[in-house]
């Protein structure tokens, strides 16, 4: 776990947070529970929230024409832990814990998150081992908060358990209508959910789809329910050197976010087995960071704590004040110990 601090503590040097090192240090291990290991005990993937099983996501954000002097990471807490209930268990108590990070965290958060958690799985025990991955934690540190964590983020699969979107929708009406694709329609399904507090108090609230992959009629499917912003997203990935003809090769992420006004759409590509998005993200960052320094720094973190890195996902944002108003990217850094 130790090369992963290192790593975020690099980065967080790179882009010029400000952010305690102990503090960065001590989130990580809480949020992982000090576990990186690709499989699991059965030798599947220990995770499902990277290809390689590895329970452990970072990324760098900005838009309109600067990144952002933020850390991001995404973890998930008893990879180890061969039963649903189990794991589960262990990610409420690391929920509550890291609360205690937030500049305002309080028991209402921690309840409110853990209430999260409980409107996805009502019984935990009941739920088979083969669901590898209950819940994920995301995690910010950020310049404003250097010694406290800037965004807590939960995560969870609302199709694993009947009938959870619904109770999602009655404990937070926010969530109702951003899951906006029909129940029947094969190309498009609802693939996550997760409830987000920030250093302010403020709750955000989304909800993921996922794409099929190489179906063409993918893009259009996008574009047809969710209109221009998502017209002016597919567009500009292809203005920043994605194949216009290939785009229903890639597996896309749609997320929508309520929170403080009007509902934001997100878009992201996801690579393949044998994609290699780092032009794109580079050509994508000179355009809404107005610099490659954010990204950059994630591979050269990796570097210089001994890892591999690999780009996984790349992701626009469209707002009805701004348009194109956010660039977020992701990867992962891979230790040939582990």
């Known amino acids: 776990m130790g090369a992963a601090a290192e790593f975020l503590v690099g980065l ?5 947070t400000g952010c305690d090192p102990t503090s ?12 990186l290991d690709a499989l699991g005990p059965d030798g599947q993937r220990a995770s499902t929230l990277t290809r390689s099983g590895i329970p452990f996501e970072a990324s760098v954000s900005g838009g309109r024409g600067k990144f952002t002097p933020a850390v991001r990471y995404i973890t998930e807490t008893a990879t180890q832990q061969t039963e649903f209930g189990a794991r589960v ?3 409420l108590a690391a929920i509550r814990d890291l609360v205690a990070w937030l500049p305002n965290g309080d028991e209402t958060v921690a309840d409110m ?18 669901y590898r991955s209950a819940t994920w934690i995301g995690v910010v540190h950020h310049a404003a908060a250097p010694h406290h964590a800037a965004r807590l983020k939960v995560y969870g699969g609302p199709t694993i ?23 029947d329609e094969p190309l498009i399904n609802t693939a996550g959910a997760a409830i987000e507090v920030d250093a302010r108090g403020n709750v955000n609230h989304k909800i993921y789809m996922r794409t099929q992959r190489e179906d063409s009629a993918v893009p259009m499917k996008l574009v047809r329910y969710f209109g221009d912003p998502a017209w002016e ?12 003809a290939k785009l229903h090769r890639f597996r896309w992420f ?36 107005g610099t490659t320094d954010a990204v950059d720094a994630l591979a050269h973190a990796a570097e210089s704590s001994g890892a591999n890195w690999r780009y996984s996902s790349i992701g626009l944002g469209f707002s009805p004040d701004h348009g194109i108003d956010k660039l977020n990217v ?8 582990e």
């Open 12 to 16: 967080a040097e790179r882009v010029a």
């Open 24 to 35: 960065i240090r001590a989130m990580v291990e809480r949020a992982s529970g000090g576990q």
């Open 89 to 91: 268990s262990a990610q």
């Open 113 to 130: 998150l853990q209430s999260f958690v409980a409107a996805l799985y009502p019984d935990p025990a009941k739920i088979p081992a083969r």
């Open 161 to 183: 358990v009947p009938g959870a979107l619904e109770r999602l929708c009655s404990a937070w009406p926010e969530f109702a209508g951003l899951a906006s694709v029909p129940d």
């Open 233 to 244: 997203l597919l567009s500009e990935f292809v203005r920043c050197g994605a194949d216009a």
């Open 254 to 289: 749609v997320c929508r976010q309520r929170g403080v006004g009007d509902p934001v759409f997100g878009l992201s590509l996801t690579a393949g087995r044998d994609d290699d998005l780092t032009t794109l993200a580079r050509e994508l960052a000179t355009r809404h960071h």
């Open 330 to 337: 992701y990867g992962t850094p891979t230790w040939s110990a």
